[in-house]
C-alpha cells in the first residue's frame, strides 16, 4: 500500500467543491494508493455532521482529519473573496508533525490521475514542488515579477495551488515564522506571493499536469508551440489528457469557464450532487444567454480560449 498525504485548507463555504475535488482525487487513485487526507479550518468551522465524512467509507481507500487552526490569521488581507484560510498552507508543515513531505491542494480542483508520481518526486533541498506561471510569455507577468516582487522572470514564479511540500526542510530552517511575518503584508496574491518571496530559488519545477491553471491551459491552446518548447510535447499533451484541473479564475459551480464540463463530471459522482443545484444552474446559464444582447455575446464568448492550432 502506498500512502500519499495530502492537505487542504479551506472553510464552510468552500465545503461542496472540496467534496468535489475529494471525489475526484479518490475515483482516480490505483488500487494500491491510500490518501491519508487532512482539513486545515478555522476554529469557529464545525465539520462533525459534514458530508464529506462520509468519503472514507464510499471509497475506502482513504482516512480523513480535520485540524483546527488557530487565530494567528485573524485579519490577514483578503481579497478576491478568498479567506484567510488560503495561508494556512503556510504553516502547515506545522500542524501535520506526522509527515516529512506531503502534497497540498486548494480545493478548486480536479484530479484526473493518480498522485503518486508527484508524492516520489525528490525535492532535495527545495522547500516546494509546484508549477511555473510561465512569465517568459507574458510581458505582464515580467513586468509585475520586477517591479512588484524585485527579481528576474528568469528566477521563477511558482503557483502555489498544488504544492508538494517539503515540510522537514521547511521546519529545520525556521520558514514557518518568516511566512508569518510575510504574511501581515497586504499582497494583491496573499499567499502566492509570500512563498514565492521566501522560497526564492528553493522551489523545484514541476510539469505544468500537476497544476493546469485555466491560465497555463489558455497558453497551450493558443500558444502551444510555445508551451511545447518550455515543457517538451508529451508533457503538454499529458497535462490537457490527465494534468490536474485548476480552476483558479471563473468557477465552474458559478459561471461558465473553461473545463467546466470536467468539474460537473465528478459534481455528479460526489455525495453533494443535488439535481435542483444543477437544473437551476444550466437554466439561469440559458436564460442568461437568451437575455444577453448579440455584441454582449461575442464578447462573452471571446473571454475563453479558442482553439487555434
Excluded at 461542496?16 to 488500487?31: Q, Y
Excluded at 522560497?199 to 491551459?217: D, E, H, N, V
Excluded at 494534468?243 to 479564475?249: D, K
Aim: hydrophobic fraction near 40%.
Amino acid at each position: 500500500m502506498n500512502v500519499i498525504p495530502i492537505v487542504f485548507a479551506f472553510d464552510k463555504n468552500m465545503e461542496m467543491p472540496a467534496g468535489v475535488c475529494m471525489t475526484s482525487l479518490l475515483e482516480n487513485a490505483d488500487s494500491e494508493t491510500f490518501y491519508d487526507i487532512f482539513v486545515l479550518h478555522h476554529p469557529d468551522c464545525d465539520f462533525s455532521t459534514s458530508m464529506l465524512n462520509k468519503l472514507p467509507k464510499m471509497y475506502g481507500n482513504c482516512k480523513l482529519a480535520f485540524r483546527k487552526v488557530g487565530n494567528e490569521f485573524v485579519g490577514a488581507y483578503q481579497i478576491r473573496g478568498i479567506t484567510e484560510a488560503a495561508y494556512y498552507r503556510l504553516i502547515a508543515p506545522e500542524l501535520i508533525p506526522e509527515y516529512g513531505k506531503f502534497l497540498y491542494s486548494d480545493v478548486d480542483v480536479i484530479f484526473r490521475e493518480d498522485l503518486g508520481k508527484y508524492y516520489i518526486i525528490d525535492l532535495k533541498d527545495n522547500f516546494f514542488g509546484a508549477v511555473e506561471t510561465c512569465a517568459a510569455l507574458s510581458p505582464d507577468e515580467q513586468k509585475f515579477m520586477t517591479d512588484v516582487l524585485g527579481y528576474d522572470y528568469r528566477d521563477g514564479y511558482y503557483y502555489d495551488g498544488n504544492l508538494v511540500v517539503n515540510a522537514t526542510r521547511l521546519l529545520d530552517e525556521g520558514k514557518m515564522q518568516e511566512f508569518r511575518e510575510l504574511g501581515k503584508n497586504k499582497y494583491n496574491q496573499q499567499e502566492m506571493m509570500v512563498i514565492n518571496l521566501a522560497c526564492k530559488g528553493r522551489i523545484a519545477p514541476m510539469t505544468p499536469a500537476y497544476c493546469l491553471t485555466t491560465t497555463l491551459y489558455s497558453l497551450i491552446v493558443n500558444r502551444r508551440k510555445e508551451m511545447e518548447e518550455l515543457f517538451g510535447v508529451q508533457e503538454i499533451e499529458h497535462a490537457l489528457k490527465s494534468g490536474i484541473v485548476h480552476y483558479n479564475g471563473a468557477k465552474p459551480w458559478n459561471q461558465p469557464c473553461p473545463n467546466m464540463d470536467v468539474w460537473w463530471y465528478y459534481y455528479r459522482k460526489s455525495v453533494f450532487y443535488d439535481e435542483k443545484f444543477t437544473h437551476d444552474f444550466w437554466i439561469g446559464q440559458r436564460d442568461s444567454l437568451i437575455r444577453m444582447p448579440l455584441l454582449k455575446r461575442i464578447k462573452q464568448l471571446l473571454r475563453y480560449p479558442l482553439d487555434r492550432k
